[in-house]
Structure formats: C-alpha cells, structure tokens
C-alpha cells in the first residue's frame, strides 16, 4: 500500500520551545491510525503540520503525494479540500445554523446552492443527524455537536481525515456509531484516518497501528499488538505508557 503520510525527521520549534523532535514515520492508505500521548505531547502540532497550517522548523512532510516543501501557498489551500479535518474544541460557527456550517467548506467550490443543501442533508442523514440542519451550534449537547463536526469534515470527501482528541465529549453509543460510519467511509472510499487521544481503552479497539507521542519525541510506531510487548523492554515507552494501556 502507498504512504498517505510521511514524516521525516521533523523538528518544530515554537516561543523558543522543542515541541515536535526529529520524528519519522509514515501512515498507509487505508490505515486508521492512532496517535497516542498525554496533554501537550504534541499530539496537536503534528496534526496542524499535516493539514499545512503551520510549516516545520526542519524536516520533510509528504502528504498523499505532495511535498510540502515544494508547494506554494496557493497550491495548498488548493490541495486542503482533499484533508478532511475535526478541532480540539470545535470550530463550527454559533452565528450559522447546522447546515449553514456544513455547508462553509463547499461555498469555495462554487456549487451551487441548492446542490450545497442537498450534500448538507445527506451526510446529516448518513450521520443519524436528521432534523438538525436549521438549529444553531449552542442549541446541541456535546455528543452531537461532534458529530456535526465530523459531518463537516467528510462533507467533501476526503482522502485523509485528521480527528483531534477522537474520544472527548462522546457517549459510548455515539462512538460506536461513529466508528461505524468511519468504517463504511473507509471501506466504500479507502479513506485513511489519523486520531489523536490520550484516552487509549477506546483507541486501541479503533486503530489498526498506533504511535505513542511523549515530549515531543515519537516513541513508538507500529501495529498496536506490538505496544505491550515492546514496552516491556523499553524503559521510556514504558514510563509513557503507565495509566494508558
């Protein structure tokens, strides 16, 4: 299978600190990968390198056959359609309604609007979402508003989709429903997934390999039976391991 994501010695220095060193590695397609690591790992840079909001300090990143290095700024916010992408903390709009958000990703394409609502409403139904698209963010409990979140990331069907802090704010009913429709999404379109959590019970189950991410240094890759086994004979993963798995 080809590299969705590679990394190659990657630094990232940020207010005169180290948060990303030197890390290497590389997701395949199709791939649900697991980026594991407490709060402020780094976990949420990398993400903001892949998606090409923020540039290395060093080091080469090729996202699904683009060299970032070589693109210019133009051409990557012409490329970012193909990455679908779900915050920490959200980003959908108080002041528009459901659809009206949804519906934000698809206005630069130039489509018209009434093919806009129709692709809005689609993935609201596939999301089990329905009725949903005339209310306002601040009227949706926490669960569904990530949901609404993940509807807008897929609603352009992307290659890759980067989910920050995967399991925050969701029931247990809610992310067997959305683990479901990541698995349809991947089988009917190969789509690649890359998470980020620091709660592993749940991951563990999701992903097919996983990295573990501790003070900016990448400490392991690889399928995730591999984890335990590995840890036991490597002091530091297994420090960073303690209270996750």
Known sequence: ?????EFEN????????????GISFSIRQG??????????AGKTMLLRLIIGLDRPS????????????RLTAA???????SLGMVLQGGALLNGLTVAENLMLPLRASGQPVDSMWRKA???????????LENLHPHELSGGVLRKVELARALIQKPKLLLWDEL??????ASVIEIEDHLAREKRTRDMTVLFTTHQTSGALQVANRVGVLD???????????????IGDGDPDLKYALKGWV
Do not use: C
């Open 1 to 5: 299978m080809s590299s969705v994501v």
């Open 10 to 21: 990657v630094f990232q220095h940020a207010n005169g600190r180290s948060i990303l060193k």
């Open 31 to 40: 791939e649900s990968f697991a980026l594991l690591g407490p709060n402020g």
């Open 58 to 69: 060093a080091g080469r990143i090729v996202v699904l056959g683009q060299d970032y290095d």
């Open 75 to 81: 051409e990557l916010s012409r490329f970012r359609p």
């Open 121 to 131: 409403r689609l993935i609201l139904t596939q999301l089990r979402l329905d009725g």
């Open 167 to 172: 399991l925050d704010g969701l029931d247990p």
């Open 215 to 229: 003070n900016g240094k990448l400490l392991f890759a690889g399928a995730v039976g591999e984890l335990s086994r």
